[in-house]
């Protein structure tokens, strides 16, 4: 069975991979650029909280790290 495995994922990792989303109706480079457009409003709406005073600066930072992870 092993060497079954092995000569399957040989062949199959030298083949073309092509995927579709047949109902989708936006492209990639729509859905990439609301995705970008969303973190950048969470930024905005971070950096622009004066509840937090100077000390706090590292947490602003962090909140926005964090919206990329």
Known sequence: MELYKE???N???RQQVRVLFPRLKISAREIVGMECYKALRKIRAIL???R????E????IEEIV???D
């Open 52 to 55: 937090l005073n100077d000390a």
């Open 57 to 60: 600066c590292f947490q602003k």
């Open 7 to 9: 000569i399957l994922v």
């Open 66 to 68: 964090q919206v990329f």
């Open 48 to 50: 622009a909280d004066d």
């Open 11 to 13: 062949v199959l990792q």
